[in-house]
C-alpha cells in the first residue's frame, strides 16, 4: 500500500496572476497588468458603467479587463475596509483565460505547476487548488468561503480572496446598527 504525502499548503495570498495579486489597490493593479503585458494604461478597459460603492459611497469601478487574442484578464474590487480616501478599491478577485483547445488547458497546467509549485489537491487536476487548509483527505482540495484559494480549471485561472467581501458585509452589517429608542 501506497503512502499518500499531506496536501501541500500554501498561502496564495502571495501568488500573482499577471503581476496582480489580492489587496493591491487600483493603481498597484492596474500598474502591475500594464507592466506585466507590456501595455498602455489605455489598453485596459474600465467597468464602464460605474457604480455607488457600498463603501466609500462613492461611483467607483468594480472591475477592469485587458483582452488581445483571446486571452482575458478581468480584475474585480471591493470597498478597502477599513475606508482609505487614498486607496478606496481592494482587489478582490483575478482570473485569466485562454480560450479552449486540449493544448491550452495542458499548457495552463505545465505553467501554473511552474509558478505556483504542486498543487494543494494533488493528485486531482481537475480543478487544480492551491490553498493554505487544504482538506486533510489527499485530492479533496480547498474548502472555499474562509480563505484564499487559487483554482485552475482547464483554461480559467481565478484567485479570490474572500476577506474582502466579508469585511465590506461586516462594514455593512455595523453601518446599519441602531440603538432600539422605543
Not at 500598474?31 to 457604480?51: G, L, M, S
Not at 478599491?89 to 488547458?105: C, D
Not at 489537491?121 to 485530492?139: D, R
Amino acid at each position: 500500500m501506497y503512502a499518500m504525502s499531506a496536501p501541500r499548503s500554501v498561502d496564495v495570498r502571495e501568488f500573482d496572476i499577471a503581476g496582480v495579486k489580492t489587496g493591491m489597490d487600483f493603481e498597484q493593479a492596474v500598474a502591475a497588468a500594464t507592466q506585466h503585458y507590456k501595455i498602455q494604461r489605455n489598453d485596459i478597459k474600465v467597468d464602464p458603467f460605474p457604480t455607488v460603492n457600498l463603501v466609500t459611497q462613492t461611483k467607483l469601478p468594480t472591475y477592469f479587463t485587458y483582452e488581445k487574442d483571446g486571452v482575458k484578464l478581468t480584475v474585480n474590487f471591493e470597498g478597502r475596509v477599513p475606508l482609505n480616501p487614498s486607496h478606496p478599491l481592494t482587489v478582490s478577485m483575478v482570473s485569466y483565460e485562454l480560450p479552449w483547445s486540449q493544448q491550452n488547458s495542458a499548457a495552463m497546467a505545465n505553467a501554473a505547476r511552474d509558478k505556483y509549485g504542486e498543487h494543494s489537491n494533488a493528485p486531482n487536476n481537475l480543478p487544480m487548488q492551491w490553498c493554505e487548509k487544504p482538506s486533510s483527505n489527499p485530492g479533496m482540495g480547498c474548502a472555499r468561503g474562509d480563505q484564499a484559494v487559487l483554482e485552475l480549471s482547464q483554461v480559467r485561472m481565478t484567485l479570490t480572496d474572500p476577506a474582502w467581501q466579508k469585511a465590506r458585509i461586516s462594514f455593512m452589517n455595523d453601518s446599519q446598527k441602531r440603538k432600539p429608542s422605543f
